[in-house]
Nanobody
């Protein structure tokens, strides 16, 4: 199994940027597709972005497409979420998650497919 720890959250004004990091330990992160999800107060946890094990394919929620970029550095056992042009509606706790899907599986946007989760990092965007 893999343990995940997120960092990089904080408070920014609308239009600002943040980069979230997700460091894996235990089993190497390259064995997993990685997804980012977020949960705002009183709302369901929702998909944000995902990246394949090798980093060659990505998928994004429509709400963040063109503003957020997911990437990974398997040599550092780390995945990233670069968030630009932040909006107040991006305010949430952001979680990274690992999906032990086979190498050729399509990226999943479903929470149930992600077996391991970090503790989350808070992102607050003020107007």
């Amino acid at each position: 199994q893999v343990q995940l720890v997120e960092s990089g959250g904080g408070s920014v004004q609308a239009g600002g940027s943040l980069r979230l990091s997700c460091v894996g330990s235990g089993r190497t992160l390259r064995m997993y597709a990685v997804g980012w999800f977020r949960q705002a107060p009183g709302q369901e946890r929702e998909f944000v972005a995902a990246i394949t094990r090798g980093g060659g394919n990505t998928v994004y929620a429509d709400s963040v497409k063109g503003r957020f970029t997911i990437s990974r550095d398997n040599a550092k056992n780390t995945a990233y979420l670069q968030m630009n042009s932040l909006k107040p509606e991006d305010t949430a706790i952001y979680y990274c998650a690992a999906d032990p899907a086979i190498l050729t599986a399509p990226l999943s946007q479903e929470r149930r497919d992600y077996e391991y989760w970090g503790q989350g990092t808070q992102v607050t965007v003020s107007s």
